[in-house]
């Protein structure tokens, strides 16, 4: 059974800085599909980013350059390193994992952590 624990939200001003961490148990994360969503009030759930177990990954356009994804092997963890934060990153960041490859398609991941909340002040 897996099991995703987000951590390292947190408030900040534009232009700071957050790094997100996923505990991952049950399961070696490097054979899993993984992704970072996002979801703002009032919004849809979106696709930040995501990695597959080759290690090939992909990032929604509107992070592209300022956010970076990476496993922390170690740790047994998935990492969203977040830079250059704008308000419009406001929202709740969820982890997602999959034993298929799955890209932003919200329904085909079967593992979903709680959520850790990500503010980004102007």
């Known amino acids: 059974q897996v099991h995703l624990v987000e951590s390292g939200g947190g408030s900040v001003q534009a232009g700071g800085s957050l790094r997100l961490s996923c505990a991952v148990f049950?399961?070696?994360?490097?054979?899993?599909?993984m992704a970072w969503f996002r979801q703002a009030p009032g919004k849809e759930r979106e696709g930040v980013a995501n990695?597959?177990?080759?290690?090939?990954?992909t990032y929604a356009d509107s992070v592209k350059g300022r956010f970076t994804i990476s496993r922390d092997y170690p740790e047994t963890s998935l990492i969203l390193q977040m830079n250059r934060l704008k308000p419009e990153d406001t929202a709740m960041y969820y982890c997602?994992?999959?034993?298929?490859?799955?890209?932003?398609?919200?329904?085909?991941?079967?593992?979903w952590g709680q959520g850790t909340q990500v503010t980004v002040s102007s």
């Open positions: 997602a994992a999959a034993w298929r490859q799955c890209d932003f398609l919200r329904d085909c991941y079967t593992n």
């Open positions: 049950g399961v070696t994360p490097s054979n899993l599909y």
């Open positions: 990695i597959h177990s080759d290690g090939s990954i």
